[in-house]
T-cell receptor, first 110, second 116 residues
């Protein structure tokens, strides 16, 4: 069983809709939680990161962490075609290494 | 801007060949990483290095080796390429800053390797 589970999608939404992405994990030692965005034929780039439980907002993006449920989410409000990408969740394990989810492909249609 | 470059975007090799993948970063980062990315599996860490001439195994080091002779350069070596090493290979780098909770990893564009 993988430590980080993420639905690979694809997730297709119309422009302007809210995109909801999530990951579950099994290792209770994870403390830092990240979301990376990866455009086609590019490397991943950090979108947001949070420490421990709670919410963090950055413009149209909101990251949520629920450590009691071992569940993290990313919401994209007012989605744009430029948001079409693969979104990867990642967490840092007790050795300081990143553990990635499989990534969810998001397609925002005009 | 942090820049991580990889020597090739696409590479086709034959089974049994020795393959070198090169990665260079220009931000004086101490840490460098090699991942492979496969559909449904996400990114998996192959090797990492936190200093020149230092290397540590990641989660899937079998069939790979690495070299870091200079701080800015980290090479991944496939001693004898096999078809199951067909994948996207991503290099990343990060700094080691005291007191910072998470040191962002900056990724290169990736090398898509096909082994025939």
């Amino acid at each position: 069983q993988k430590e980080v589970e993420q639905d690979p999608g694809p997730l297709s939404v119309p422009e302007g809709a809210i995109v909801s992405l999530n990951c579950t994990y099994s290792n209770s030692a994870f403390q830092y939680f990240m979301w990376y965005r990866q455009y086609s034929r590019k490397g991943p780039e950090l979108l947001m990161y949070t420490y421990s439980s709670g919410n963090k907002e950055d413009g149209r993006f909101t990251a949520q962490v629920d450590k009691s449920s071992k569940y993290i989410s990313l919401f994209i409000r007012d989605s744009q075609p430029s948001d079409s990408a693969t979104y990867l969740c990642a967490m840092i394990d007790s050795w300081g290494k990143l553990q990635f989810g499989a990534g969810t492909q998001v397609v925002v249609t005009p | 801007d942090v820049k991580v470059t990889q020597s090739s975007r696409y590479l086709v090799k034959r089974t049994g060949e020795k393959v070198f993948l090169e990665c260079v970063q220009d931000m004086d980062h101490e840490n460098m990483f090699w991942y492979r990315q496969d559909p449904g599996l996400g990114l998996r860490l192959i090797y990492f290095s936190y200093d020149v001439k230092m290397k540590e195994k990641g989660d899937i080091p079998e069939g790979y080796s690495v070299s870091r002779e200079k701080k800015e350069r980290f090479s991944l070596i496939l001693e004898s390429a096999s078809t199951n090493q067909t994948s996207m290979y991503l290099c990343a780098s990060s700094s080691t800053l005291a007191g910072k909770g998470y040191n962002e990893q900056f990724f290169g564009p990736g090398t898509r390797l096909t082994v025939l």
